[in-house]
């Protein structure tokens, strides 16, 4: 079992920056790869960004690629998610969740995630 808990949401201006954590407990933290999924007002859920579980390896679906990094401290079992040059249709509820599978085509799809965290709120004003 493993428990998430992400903290750093909140409400900035465009063009600003955050930084959410997604704190583990439980089972340990460097057998899972580790994804951010985000779910906006009426769309689906739909995912981030991904890390494997050595941090070696990254994934980001494009609208972020260049805006976003994603990165994991396995001595502190935290995963993060540096946004930066944040944009009004970033604004979402996050979620973080741990993977156990080892193959990287499982890890931009939710199904694939045995644990997820309760979320937090981004939001980005014009």
């Known amino acids: 079992q493993v428990q998430l808990v992400e903290s750093g949401g909140g409400l900035v201006q465009a063009g600003g920056s955050l930084r959410l954590s997604c704190a583990a407990s439980?089972?340990?933290?460097?057998?899972?790869?580790m994804g951010w999924f985000r779910q906006a007002p009426g769309k689906e859920r739909e995912f981030v960004a991904a890390i494997n579980w050595s941090g070696g390896m990254t994934y980001y679906v494009d609208p972020v690629k260049g805006r976003f990094t994603i990165s994991r401290d396995n001595a502190k079992n935290t995963v993060y998610l540096q946004m930066n040059s944040l944009k009004p249709e970033d604004t979402a509820i996050y979620y973080c969740?741990?993977?156990?599978?080892?193959?990287?085509?499982?890890?931009?799809?939710?199904?694939?995630?045995?644990?997820w965290g309760q979320g937090t709120q981004v939001t980005v004003s014009s």
């Open positions: 439980g089972s340990s933290f460097s057998n899972y790869a």
């Open positions: 969740a741990a993977n156990r599978q080892r193959y990287s085509s499982t890890y931009r799809n939710e199904r694939y995630y045995d644990y």
